[in-house]
């Protein structure tokens, strides 16, 4: 059996996919078979002439993957808007059991799993289920994005305080789009995250001009930027 975490954010486009495929190639980087998996997505690209989810093709472009896209996603919604509105709009009914499922059936395969979920952790999946609920469905460890950007230090407590509230465990931070050098405001908000949360940083990533970029980084560089041992 496998082992999983749960990938949420504190904002919109907060990078959440990014960091989910970084933590991928870092386990791959060390020979742990490990995947992403995207139980619900909002939001399409065209990709040999069929529709798939815009994550899992991000997770296809620039990671080590050898299965359909299917395999990496379970609900698959064209309208880029909550999982419960475009469920609605689409006439899609959305069942946990299957997403329950298929996260078992991936934890038998695999040695670790990335669940990345559709935005944070209070967003509705379909009426009366949100994303906190599947997560303690899942009952998987959360790991949570950030950045250093004004306004974090309300959004992280936010986020974290509302995971402790329904008793979820925090496995750790990871700050995305650090930049090469910071400045006050950005070096403070580091150590009041951490003194606010009381968590963790398990990773730092950096900002990327370019999508592609993310395939010109060394294994070392993988390593440095994500606490691997922390999670395998």
């Known amino acids: 059996m496998g082992k999983g975490y749960f990938i949420t954010g504190t904002d919109t ?5 990014f960091v989910t495929s970084h933590l991928v190639a870092a386990m791959q980087q060390i020979r742990v078979d490990a995947i992403p998996y995207k ?3 909002s939001g399409v690209v065209k990709k040999n002439n069929r529709l798939v989810g815009e994550d899992v093709a991000f997770y296809k472009e620039y990671l080590d993957l050898k299965e359909d896209f299917s395999y990496y996603n379970t609900y698959t919604l064209e309208t880029p808007v909550s999982p419960h509105l475009a469920s609605k709009l689409e006439n899609v009914t959305m069942n946990e059991e299957v997403i329950l499922e298929r996260y078992k059936e991936l934890e038998e395969q695999h040695e670790v799993i ?6 944070g952790v209070a967003v509705p ?3 009366d289920f949100d994303t ?4 303690k469905e899942l009952k998987l460890p959360v790991i949570i994005v950030t950045t250093l950007k004004l306004g974090t230090l309300n959004h992280t407590l936010l986020t974290t305080e509302y995971l402790k509230y329904h008793q979820i465990e925090i496995k750790g931070l990871i700050i995305n789009k650090v930049p090469s050098r910071l400045n006050v405001m950005e070096k403070d908000n580091v150590s009041m995250m951490k003194k606010m949360t009381g968590l963790d940083v398990i990773g730092l990533i950096p900002e990327y001009k370019q999508p592609e970029d993310f395939t010109k980084i060394s294994n070392l560089q993988f390593q440095n930027m994500i606490m691997t041992e922390k999670l395998v």
Request: net charge negative; aromatic share 4%.
């Open 39 to 41: 139980p619900i997505q």
């Open 13 to 17: 486009n907060i990078g959440k996919t």
């Open 125 to 127: 999946l379909k009426e």
């Open 114 to 119: 990335f669940v990345e979920g559709a935005g």
């Open 132 to 135: 906190i609920d599947l997560m």
